[in-house]
């Protein structure tokens, strides 16, 4: 989602002023850093990274340093008084007005604070994506009104809205236009989409995916991230129905022990969250499910955690991401005891990790010999002269291929696996 609000932060300046995107900070006339408070670790980046551009702008007193996304939004005018270099804040539902803000800082001299929540206007004022390659994300809600206690992004992007179908239609049916085949349907909770322009519960998500599919050039369709809560029957019978909805879903669980979803108000339990994924695998045998786990919430013992691994056991993910439980400010778990100690988590994390890891080695191990439909999307990392591309589970694959296959999809023949990273041939 921040890779897409950047993304649109450097269209709406280069429409506005002209301006290029560089990865130098010393060229630049305007850097903007585009923030995370997700966790503490990523929100502390900031004000380390604002120290050392704060020295860039003492020998350029013209440069413009703005702050965007979450931090901006939790912090507000705060971020001035503690970093008085930075001369804009903006938060996530307020980037389409960085151009009007960089014109008012000219203009008054004065830094200018925007971290209100407009809501839906931000898509209406939002130049077209550039196309760069087959693949795209497009955001369909913005948000979250879950109010899960660890979790700081309702305070940050607001409640939960979603954008009306037809103007996600249209921009999926440009981006094809333009080349794209593969798009990702972005949001905190997509499958909480309806569409605000149709009747109560006229245009669920599940229709979404639908119309999505049918667009003409459009070959594949992703989504992320999705909520365990509203896991619509609907919607796992899309997956056995739409053969363009890829096989992969991220579903965060955060914990197997039903004590601990429960004071982390998920709504649902570890139970309940297994009949889905063998919904799922019902609809769609090969799926692959992946999931983000929070150890050390307040509170979690040993027996919790426990529970939480013979979750893994019993799902069998696909990847995960494991995060240690950080307090955001303002939110209902932080006034809980923060309990765990710091050497339990991070003892915890590892095993978590070492578990998905090697059930991410066995899916990976058991493509091998196998074929596999991949969309090419440019050049392998390490050696430029092979191309990459991406299965339909999202595993990278580097095989050897010409130049014209980039933007196509191939067949491939999985010979090989080095970690994550699949080998194949044409
Ligand atoms: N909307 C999704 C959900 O909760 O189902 C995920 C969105 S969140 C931005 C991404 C992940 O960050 C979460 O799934 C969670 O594992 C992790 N996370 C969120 N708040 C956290 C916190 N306070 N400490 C540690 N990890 C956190």
Redesign the pocket.
Known sequence: ?NVYDSDKMAELLRASHGLEPTSHAEEADVIVLNT?S???KAQEKVFSDLGRLAELKAGRPDLVIAVGGCVASQEGEAIVARAPCVDLVFGPQTLHRLPELLDARRDSGRPQVDVSFPEIEKFDALPPARVEGPTAFVSIMEG?S?Y?T????PYTRGEEFSRPAHAVLAEVADLALRGVKEVTLLG??VNAYLDPDGPEGDLDFADLLQVVSDLPGIERVRYT?????EFSQRLIDAHARLPKLAGQVH????SGSDRVLAAMK?GYTALEYKSIVRRLREARPDISIS????VG?PGETEADFQATLDLIDAVRFDGS????????PG?P?ASLADDVTDDTKRERLQRLLAKTDLEAARVSATMVGTRQRVLVDGHARRDTSELRGRTDNNRVVNFKGGERLIGQFVDLTITDVAHYTLRGAL
Not at 150 to 153: D, P, Q
Not at 321 to 328: C, D, K, P
């Open positions: 989602m995370c997700v966790r503490e979250c879950k899960c660890f979790c700081v992004v905190q909770n991230t999705s909520h365990p809560l579903l965060p669980v955060q998920r999931s983000d786990f929070i919430f991401y494991g995060f240690v439980y950080s307090a955001r939110t778990a």
